[in-house]
Nanobody, 124 residues
């Protein structure tokens, strides 16, 4: 398994932007599928975005499509989530996840490794 550490969360006003980073260590990061999920208080963890091992294929939830961009830099063992036009409903703890099978879809159980999460708070 890889070890994942997220960073970049914080407090931002509605309409603002943040970039989350997730640094990996421990295994061959470049072959892993990667995803971002989030969990708001009192709600279940939900899929946000995912990216294939090459970075050539991505997917997004409908709620963030057009506002968020996932990318990866295999040379730095890092995946990013650029978030723009943030809304109060984007407030959540954001987690990155890695799948050694290369899976990059919406199902949380298909991911083997998870970070500890980073808090994103969007004020209205």
């Amino acid at each position: 398994q890889v070890q994942l550490v997220e960073s970049g969360g914080g407090l931002v006003q509605a309409g603002g932007s943040l970039r989350l980073s997730c640094a990996a260590s421990g295994r061959t990061f470049s072959m892993y599928g990667l995803g971002w999920f989030r969990q708001a208080p009192g709600k279940e963890r939900e899929f946000v975005a995912a990216i294939s091992w090459s970075g050539g294929l991505v997917s997004y939830s409908d709620s963030v499509k057009g506002r968020f961009t996932i990318s990866r830099e295999n040379a730095k063992d890092t995946v990013y989530l650029q978030m723009s036009s943030l809304k109060p409903e984007d407030t959540a703890v954001y987690y990155c996840a890695a799948s050694r099978s290369g899976y990059y879809g919406t199902h949380a159980k298909a991911y083997d490794s998870w970070g500890q999460g980073t808090q994103v708070t969007v004020s209205s």
